[in-house]
């Protein structure tokens, strides 16, 4: 079934008219009808049955119908990653979105070469990421901001896995099995590596958790996926069967 | 230090003539000239330092001169993928050459469309991958074979984590952390997954683990960096830091 992320409050019966994107794919791409069925969320309202209710050469129509699944807290796990080129940015955006991230925060490191990117274009690969991967919310993509202001404007509670490449961190398993659940980061740097003042402020950070994934140089898109993949599994979403 | 994977035996003093390839890479790319260094490895010698003796028009010739490390053995962890989509397949090979796949099987399953791919290109990929990430082999690339068949031909005493989408398996971890070391392999489906009865074969197979990777919808190339990074957290070399 095909999953649409819209804007608009869901209640049963509400009646929806979508925008010209979400209509050109549903009417001339998707070849949807009147009476075809779709789901739909919007972050708040969990996940609804829905149908085609009109179809018109300018927009489509949409009527929610039942609730399939109420919406329920997802993991509070961020990801701050060093702005690196536009290909590997825009894998890390989706691959988050499939493993659950809740939001993604760019930032600036000494060792950073970029300072521009499309946020439009990362939020719209985040949606469809999250329409098809199933999950009730889409990843908040946040502009790069430097390193040390990320740092500075720390929210209390908030724990970092600091993805260290420098090697003389503990290994992720043993780290995150002892480690508490609750709100927390991943960081991931550039594919320099942080500079040495940075790193020597990141280890001294009472809320950080250094570790190292293993012993290969992982690309800063491998290193993304490979950290939220055993975070989930550890301390997320991924312990229930 | 620009590293590459030769096909020479490395011993001290060895003076190698590389290919067309590797040499237009050092003499035009990198500009590199003679007395300059860079590290070579061939999977079996480990990994040497070596100094550009010549660079002509036609080729360039290396000394090898000291080792730098002896070749140690790799976790022996095949991924056994299904064959997707041409730009999903060259990242999983990427992919599991920075997180230490020794082996990467492209199999042909029911739900499985495509039936072709360019193993010289994928190759290369790997080759690459493997050079940048500080490996000291590279990982063979399978052609397409039947799942069947590859279950059919299956090496005793290698265990199998079953990736299975169908969602009433173990959590991963759960699963990898009582199990034994020793060879394994991660079997990814397409993107349909795995039929019932191949479901069904596949779970009663006595050396498969099945596990689930969460409660979203991967695709496949998420799924095998996922479990490729679990594994080698909980079984491989990532264990000691």
Same mark, same amino acid.
């Given at each position: 079934m095909i999953r649409l !992320? /819209? @804007?608009? =409050? +869901?209640t049963a019966g509400a009646e929806l008219a979508l925008d010209h994107g979400q209509s050109h794919y549903l009417a001339s791409v998707m070849r949807l009808s009147a009476g075809d069925e779709l789901a739909l969320f919007n972050g708040r309202d969990g996940e609804w049955r829905a149908v085609v209710s009109v179809v018109t050469k300018r927009a489509v129509g949409v009527r929610a119908e039942t609730l399939l699944r109420p919406q329920a807290p997802a993991p509070d796990l961020d990801l701050v990653v060093a702005l690196v080129k536009r290909a590997r940015v825009e894998t890390i955006v989706e691959k988050a979105a499939e493993l659950g991230a809740r939001r993604v925060r760019l930032t600036l490191t000494e060792r950073t070469n970029a300072d521009h990117t499309r946020l439009d274009r990362l939020t719209a /690969?985040?949606?469809?990421?999250?329409?098809?991967?199933? %999950? +009730?919310? *889409? @990843?908040a993509i946040e502009a790069p901001a430097? $390193? =040390?202001? $990320? /740092? =500075?404007?720390?929210?209390?509670?908030? %724990? +970092? #896995? !600091?993805?260290?490449e420098a090697g003389d961190?503990? @290994? *992720?398993?043993?780290?995150?099995?002892?480690a508490p659940a609750g709100p927390w980061a991943i960081l991931i740097g550039p594919e320099g590596g942080f500079s040495p003042k940075e790193r020597e402020r990141l280890r001294a950070l009472p809320y950080a958790t250094p570790v190292t994934l293993g012993p290969r140089i #992982?690309?800063?898109?491998t290193a993304a996926i490979a950290a939220l993949s055993l975070w989930q599994a550890a301390l997320g979403d991924w312990r229930q069967s």
């Open positions: !992320f /819209i @804007p608009h =409050d +869901l /690969i985040a949606t469809e990421a999250a329409e098809q991967t199933g %999950r +009730l919310d *889409v @990843p430097k $390193l =040390d202001k $990320l /740092i =500075d404007g720390w929210e209390a509670g908030r %724990r +970092l #896995l !600091f993805c260290d961190a503990a @290994p *992720v398993l043993e780290a995150l099995s002892t #992982l690309r800063a898109d």
